[in-house]
């Protein structure tokens, strides 16, 4: 979180895929990191349940992960997420993903 407020991002914590889908029924947000290892709905089954969601079809939903091997990388792209953003972060690596999704 401190990074993205580091570069003038609003941030919107959920505990757990539940908690995310709540908060995305009632805002689209520009930018979502979808950790993959969440208690009770997984990052995959999180971001279905976005995709679903009328308005997020084209929203940027990055896997965050500490497994990110190359095939990781290809299964995740596979199953709808927009790129891969790899444990630990670094504000150098937030500022590329954030380039390369965001228009702006």
């Known amino acids: 979180q401190h990074i993205f407020s580091m570069l003038g991002c609003d941030v919107t914590l959920a505990s757990d895929g539940h908690e995310a889908l709540a908060l995305s029924e009632r805002k689209i947000f520009d930018l979502v990191l979808m950790d993959m290892n969440m208690p009770g709905m997984d990052g995959i089954q999180a971001m279905k349940a976005l995709r679903s969601l009328n308005g997020w079809e084209s929203v940027p939903i ?9 095939a990781d990388v290809v299964a995740y792209m596979n199953q709808g997420m927009s790129s891969l953003l ?6 150098e690596k937030v500022v590329e993903l954030m380039s390369s999704l965001m228009p702006n």
């Open 62 to 70: 990055v896997a965050v992960t500490d497994h990110a091997d190359p």
């Open 86 to 91: 790899s444990k630990p972060m670094t504000a």
